[in-house]
């Protein structure tokens, strides 16, 4: 079914044997919105943890999700540039994103903006793949993406950390920020900026040929960030717990367009939960915020239009222990998306509520989720999903997971009334999802082996004989992901491949066309050793090609890029870090017309109490 072109040497290395794995298994929360390890979960995961980010010095959240298995990363030009992540092959507004718990994105656009999300202020992201609306309801179609703000230590001590660095095209970045206190209570504050002359973001051709950005503007476009996040909580003899987030990242991205070339933004989200055992056996959890995407946009330093959404939610979360390794848990979501803008929506605003149970169970080598959500939507109705999951653990060495799951996602405000496109008899778009999976830890290391096969009927796309959006498309996507980690001495390596079969099964020409811009093959590979106080590290990121259009006409090359690092301990808690990035000067494109940065350095000095 697949063709390859990942250098066959490459893969030798997920068989690589003699060697031996000794990582521990962080807590994972998203899976089932309660608190699981990486080997007790039903789900395929991936977690990045705030040592991950600074081991690998990734700058940005799409460098940090780029080579997860599964996930396929498209940017327009460079840092701060629109940038979409595709999960398992779904569009890039059928992936649910949370910070901290509360749901961000565009109520217009139905995406996240990655390109703005710090990557300093963030403490661990965890990736879900598969179906999951049957827990947080619309989008959840491809999985789920949660990032947490820096928590800080929780060991008696005041914690101050910053870093400073410098790099090609440009770019200047620094960070500041304390945390600290007891298991009792404790905060974290950070601030962070950067900025950037960028690269020329398009070489796109005008009218009446238009392509890419539709103008000629042979310039550098420059991206300026400035973030700020605060985290705290306390906790009382474990019957009370409660906690509060805030995250804000502001400033301005030059990029290259014929009616806007400069957009100011924000991105906000602030939130609170409060957690409750009244009894050992009954937990309840209350959570809200309220996440904002603001932009205002100009052509040459003249207004040319704003969007601002704002999304409220709340959620009501009752977690049941009747039995050992049995788990009921009982929920209420609410949600209100409300938009202001310059250009004139007939609706601007409406509510979703959903309810939801789930029953996670264990009896000797099996385990299981079922989970059921039944969600009211203002405008669309009611819809229901659901989610079967069965685990059969054999040994440490090997366990077998199978699962089935449903989801939807409700049109975005633009898809139903954005002028001369918008529809509003659209119906949301829905899929099922069946997978199955293998992994294990051994003497030589951690693998893990998923397979799955996704469906999506109803999708949303441009009618070209009403000009208007419609439901006209549907999809098979089929996928096998590969995962291996391990370490032999003092040396560190990870690898990850994914093969991608996104089919177009839509009626008319485009039937049987590889949906646009997810690569069919994707490999990572990470290899790290320590010698003493210094370390050096590599990373290889390869892809096969893809097409930008849906008649498949234009093709984007597949690349290969290398990243090398190193880091040198100076002192306790000082440390010097240095970054190539794209060693060979690799000429590729993830979106047609769009440039990405050649060979470029950077060099870090960080400080960490």
């Not at 398009?202 to 040929?209: E, L, M």
């Not at 929506?345 to 979703?352: E, I, K, L, Q």
């Not at 849906?550 to 290398?562: I, P, S």
């Amino acid at each position: 079914m697949y063709k390859s072109s990942i250098p066959a040497a490459a893969l030798l290395l997920l068989g690589s044997p003699s060697v031996f794995a000794i990582e521990l298994d962080p807590i994972i929360v998203t899976p089932t919105r309660t608190a699981q390890t990486a080997d007790e979960t039903l789900s395929s995961v991936s977690v990045i943890t705030r040592a991950d980010i600074e081991r690998r010095q990734t700058r940005s959240v799409q460098g940090a999700l780029r080579g997860l298995p599964g996930v396929t990363v498209t940017n327009n030009g460079g840092a701060g540039k629109s940038t979409s992540v595709f999960l398992r092959g779904a569009e890039s507004d059928q992936v649910l994103v949370l910070i901290d718990g509360i749901k961000v994105g565009s109520a217009t656009l139905g995406t996240t903006s990655f390109e703005h999300i710090p990557i300093e202020q963030v403490e661990r992201i965890e990736v879900v793949r598969g179906p999951r609306s049957s827990l947080y309801g619309s989008e959840a179609i491809g999985g789920v993406i949660q990032i947490f703000t820096r928590k800080g230590a929780q060991d008696g001590t005041l914690r101050p950390f910053a870093s400073i660095g410098a790099g090609s095209y440009g770019t200047a970045k620094g960070t500041l920020g304390l945390s600290g206190g007891t298991p009792e209570a404790w905060f974290s504050v950070s601030a962070s900026g950067i900025n950037t002359g960028g690269i020329n973001a398009c070489t796109g051709k005008p009218a009446p040929n238009g392509a890419g950005c539709f103008t000629i503007e042979p310039d550098t476009d420059g991206y300026e960030n400035i973030s700020g996040s605060a985290r705290a909580g306390f906790s009382i003899d474990n019957w009370l717990s409660a906690e509060i987030n805030a995250l804000r990242a502001e400033g301005e991205t030059e990029f290259d367009g014929t009616f806007q070339n400069e957009t100011d933004f924000i991105q906000q989200a602030i939130g609170g939960k409060v957690r409750i055992t009244p009894f050992d056996f009954w937990a309840t959890t209350v959570a809200g915020g309220r996440s904002d995407d603001k932009t205002r946009n100009f052509k040459d330093g003249a207004f040319a239009s704003k969007f601002n959404t704002m999304r409220y939610t709340a959620s009501l979360q009752n977690d049941l222990t009747i039995l050992d390794d049995h788990v009921v848990t009982l929920g209420f979501d609410y949600q209100q998306d409300r938009i202001a803008s310059s250009t004139a929506y007939p609706v601007t605003s409406r509510t979703n509520s959903g309810i939801f149970a789930q029953y996670q169970g264990a009896l000797s080598l099996f385990d299981w989720q079922l989970a059921l959500r039944e969600d009211d939507n203002q405008q669309f109705g009611k819809n229901t999903t659901g989610n079967a999951a069965l685990g059969f653990t054999l040994n440490e060495y090997f366990r077998v997971v199978g699962s089935y799951g449903t989801a939807f996602k409700a049109p975005t405000f633009n898809e139903l009334y954005f002028p001369f496109f918008g529809n509003p008899n659209l119906d949301p778009e829905s899929s099922r999802s069946y997978e199955i999976g293998a992994s294990g830890n051994t003497p030589w290391g951690r693998w893990a082996l998923n397979a799955y096969e996704t469906r999506i009927v109803d999708l949303i796309a441009f009618d070209a004989t009403t000009f208007l959006a419609a439901n006209i498309q549907k999809a098979r996507i089929k996928g096998i992901e590969a995962t291996f980690t391990t370490q032999i001495d003092d040396w560190t390596a990870s690898a990850s491949l994914t093969l991608l079969d996104p089919e177009n099964r839509s009626s008319g020409p485009n039937r049987g066309n590889v949906l646009p811009r997810r690569a069919r093959e994707t490999y990572s590979l990470d290899v790290d050793r320590q010698i003493g106080d210094f370390s050096v590290g590599a990373t290889l990121f390869a892809a096969g090609k893809r097409y930008d259009d849906l008649a498949n006409m234009r093709k984007l090359g597949g690349y290969v890029t290398v990243d090398l690092r190193a880091e040198y301990i100076v002192t306790e808690g000082l440390k010097v870090q240095a970054r190539v990035e794209n060693l060979f000067d690799e000429d590729y494109e993830t979106a047609a017309f769009f440039n990405q940065p050649g060979r470029n350095f950077f060099l870090t000095l960080r400080y960490q109490r």
